[in-house]
């Protein structure tokens, strides 16, 4: 099987292992905030600032951490953000457990998450070739990545549900901070390899624009990053009104909620797995454009779905969209960029994937509380897909001969002074 390629590296198992874990705790989380905010405040807007201080910290920070992580070992880093995450996740479960818990308090622990993650996305990102020994692997172990987050994410929010229903919240923020101990004790029994490093001496800006450069010269990662820039900022928000969605729309409880983000990540589970299985042949141009088209699809009937059946039939859906696109723009990204780039790469990428998304939450908070949830899917699910359809016409317009091949490995880095 093809995900066993990046099992083969015991680096990678351990990672495996720990991270699997954290993550089903990181998913109760990400169900319990939201539903704790939509419950003491009623308010779609309100979902949509706490999603703005979560992600903003990422579109203000990723280009310098970026260029910190390229500057830094990769395996510290991540060390020391999955402590800090740890010790936010706790915060959040004394403050609910002693029911002093406000929207305030949510908000401002939910943007030192934001922090954090600014620092802990690429270093992650990039430290995955690094525990693989190369290129070679990489494809299967985002796969692999891909299979273990949306398993968690299949099993967290029906947990959630439970853990909310018969403790409370506070409960559901404790489990988190346990689940972290699993991925800090994988990376610490973890050995560091060589890895490589930038040039002491040289600016941060100088180093940033090296990073910008690279992707303005590389169709295929601007291509990709434009694409995913769209989406980001109009179709990948809607997980976050399905509170919204079940409360409102089908009259669910917390059980009711947790059983829809568990289709939802049933899908992406079963998406991540449709890429893993081409993981060989490297990552398939169909899926950057199907994905979205699922996607964007499901959303536009959502906003029609009034019975619990099709709504988690078209949450499976559009979780299964959305991960076949973004698991291959993932690797297409990754097999394109040099490791001595890579961070500051992969800070770009979390800056367009995660970084417009608080913008996008403010927007569709505002739409969702003004002109109801049917408005804000038929906008997100609407625009994504015109989006899409319509950079995916212009590549096709513009692309040469020589640029319809399947992704590459890594070309050296070049000079920045010889970017267009």
């Not at 510290?76 to 308090?105: C, D, E, P, Y």
């Not at 403790?167 to 610490?188: E, K, P, T």
């Not at 001496?201 to 990662?221: D, H, K, S, Y």
Request: a positive charge; charged letters at 10%; one cysteine or more.
């Amino acid at each position: 099987m093809e995900l066993a390629r990046a099992l083969r590296h015991r680096n990678y198992r351990l990672f495996f292992v720990g991270q699997g874990t954290s993550l089903v705790g990181t998913w109760i989380t990400r169900v319990a905030t939201s539903w704790l905010v939509y419950r003491l405040t009623g308010s779609a807007l309100l979902l949509g600032v706490v999603g703005f201080a979560g992600q903003i910290p990422t579109f203000l920070l990723a280009p310098f951490a970026g260029v910190l992580v390229d500057r830094w070992s990769r395996h510290r880093v991540l060390v020391v953000a999955q402590a800090l995450s740890m010790l936010q996740s706790a915060l959040l479960a004394g403050f609910a457990l002693s029911k002093t818990i406000t929207v305030w308090h949510v908000g401002l622990l939910v943007a030192f998450q934001g922090l954090v993650n600014a620092f802990d996305t690429p270093a992650r990102q990039a430290f995955v070739v690094e525990m693989v020994g190369g290129v070679d692997d990489l494809p299967a172990a985002i796969a692999l990545n891909s299979s273990i987050f949306n398993g968690a994410r299949l099993i967290g929010p029906g947990l959630a549900g439970l853990v909310i229903a018969a403790w409370g919240v506070g409960i559901a923020f404790l489990a988190n901070a346990a689940s972290f101990l699993a991925v800090i004790a994988a990376l610490l029994a973890i050995r560091e390899d060589g890895r490589v490093e930038v040039a002491p001496g040289v600016g941060l800006l100088l180093q940033m624009r090296e990073g910008v450069a690279f992707i303005r010269r590389t169709p295929r990662v601007l291509w990709v990053l434009t694409t995913l820039g769209v989406l980001s900022f109009f179709a990948m928000n809607f997980n976050v009104f399905v509170p919204v969605l079940a409360r409102q729309q089908l009259h669910m409880q917390a059980s009711g909620f947790g059983l829809l983000m568990a289709a939802q990540g049933s899908g992406a589970l079963i998406g991540s797995l449709f890429v893993a299985a081409s993981s060989h042949r490297g990552p398939q141009r169909a899926y950057l454009l199907w994905g979205p088209v699922l996607l964007c699809g499901a959303q536009l009937l959502l906003s029609v779905a009034f019975h619990a059946g099709p709504a988690a039939v078209l949450l499976f859906a559009a979780g299964m969209g959305m991960i076949m696109f973004t698991a291959t723009a993932n690797s297409t990204v990754q097999l394109e960029t040099p490791d001595a780039l890579r961070g500051r790469v992969m800070s770009l990428y979390a800056l367009v994937f995660s970084g417009v998304s608080p913008f996008a939450a403010l927007l569709m908070g505002a739409i969702v509380g003004g002109w109801g949830l049917a408005a804000g899917f038929l906008i997100a699910g609407g625009a994504g897909l015109a989006g899409t359809l319509g950079v995916s016409a212009l590549v096709r317009a513009r692309r040469r001969p020589a640029d319809t091949g399947e992704a590459r490995t890594a070309a050296p880095v070049e000079p920045v002074e010889d970017a267009p």
